[in-house]
């Protein structure tokens, strides 16, 4: 959300730059451990996930290198914050202060550290960043277009990536692949295969979720236009049907639900503990 309205542009308050973005994420974030704590007062025994881009950036030459780099340093960024990992070595830590945040800021983030960590992954994921001056992105040492990656990692391998730097257990919180039920389907194996892989070898994810269960509609704008354009990529798809839209189940439900049914190891592999927090290195 930091990133469409603060930085992107693309929601309210339609604002660009990184101190811009700055102002966003901390007030998100802050809001979220507050939010947190007022939850864990009511019940001590809950458990608090936040839901993030699961990305990678992939130079294809040199002059897309550095932004590249950068992009993979940010990608943890949120959960960093909120989780209350960032001391005086951390990295980006100058970033952090160049757009707004305090030494005060980054103390507070430390005292009121939150839980599990949600990733979003889906075939677009990845990047592949290339130098060309008619592209979107302007950095010190030209234009670079950002377009999805054709030759991609996966999940499997990108989750370990993740699993290292926070150590704390893994929800695949957002997942899906718009398209036809054979797409869908697809996707849902894949996702499942890469759980069921990463999990034998000893890294804790611990659920999935499929986005949206009804298909979305004019996500195809970022909903900045209202068109009514249904875009296919729910286990329900919309269609219309005497002027009223009707949720029709998609064959990738059943296989989703055959899933969610199954004993917790048959459904997505060995290796299920320990679902407690893992102590960060």
């Known amino acids: 959300m930091s990133s469409f309205a603060a930085d992107f542009g693309h929601w309210y308050p339609f604002l660009t730059g990184h101190k811009n973005f700055g102002r966003a994420l901390k007030n998100v974030a802050k809001g979220l451990c507050m939010s947190w704590e007022e939850i864990k007062q009511v019940r001590p025994d809950a458990r608090m996930m936040v839901s993030d881009t699961h ?3 992939h130079p294809l030459d040199d002059g897309a290198k550095d932004h590249a780099e950068f992009m993979n340093q940010r990608r943890f960024l949120t959960h960093d914050l909120y989780g209350g990992r960032i001391g005086d070595d951390y990295p980006m830590r100058p970033y952090l202060l160049d757009m707004g945040f305090t030494d005060l800021d980054l103390e507070w983030f430390r005292e009121h550290a939150a839980d599990l960590v949600g990733v979003d992954y889906y075939p677009h994921s990845e990047h592949q960043l290339r130098s060309n001056p008619r592209g979107v992105i302007e950095t010190p040492t030209g234009r ?9 990692f996966g999940f499997a391998k990108l989750v370990k ?3 290292d730097h926070f ?5 695949l919180a957002e997942t899906g692949a718009p398209g036809d039920d054979e797409r869908k389907l697809w996707w849902l194996e894949e996702s499942v295969r890469g759980i069921r892989q990463v999990r034998e070898e000893g890294v804790p994810v611990v659920g999935i979720v499929w986005w949206g269960a009804i298909d979305q509609v004019d996500w ?3 909903l900045r236009r209202r068109n009514n354009n249904i875009n296919p990529t729910g286990l329900w798809e919309l269609k219309w049907n005497g002027g009223k839209l ?3 189940p998609t064959r990738a439900l059943d296989a989703y639900r055959r899933y969610i049914q199954m004993p917790i190891a048959e459904s997505v592999g060995e290796g299920t503990e320990p679902l407690a927090p ?4």
Do not use: G, H
């Open 161 to 163: 990536q993740y699993f």
């Open 220 to 222: 195809d704008s970022n």
């Open 246 to 248: 009707e949720r029709v």
């Open 144 to 152: 670079l277009a950002d377009e999805t990656a054709e030759k991609q």
């Open 278 to 281: 893992i102590a960060p290195p």
């Open 167 to 171: 150590r704390r257990p893994i929800v």
């Open 55 to 57: 990305e990678y950036w």
